[in-house]
């Protein structure tokens, strides 16, 4: 099952919901991003999500104002369903992310 988001700002609606297909699905304000947000406060290669082998990762390609996941500045995270990513005036919740792993299973 490929990850989902649901995107939401102020400066759109309704949120869209999106599937991100596997490998890198680039963020931001460049015509080539397969996420393009439209918000000056975004950098035209602001990051990305990466998605192998059931692991969604969100990452910050050095961007002036950052990516944050439920409210803290992260530079990479893993993501799972329910997590929050704040990027400019977007908020984009994971509908399904991450699969955890048999170990990590009680």
Known sequence: MLPEILVRS???S???AIQLERGCTAIGRGP???LFLS???ISRDHGSFNYYIGLLMVE???STNGIFVNGRRVKRQVLYAGDQVSV???EIVVKSGSVP???TQD
Do not use: I, K, N, T
Request: proline content about 14%; cysteine-free; hydrophobic content about 15%.
């Open 39 to 41: 918000d000056p406060s």
């Open 60 to 62: 910050d390609h050095d």
């Open 101 to 103: 792993s048999v170990e």
């Open 10 to 12: 102020d400066l759109q």
């Open 88 to 90: 400019g005036s977007f």
């Open 32 to 34: 080539s991003s397969g």
């Open 14 to 16: 309704p949120p869209r």
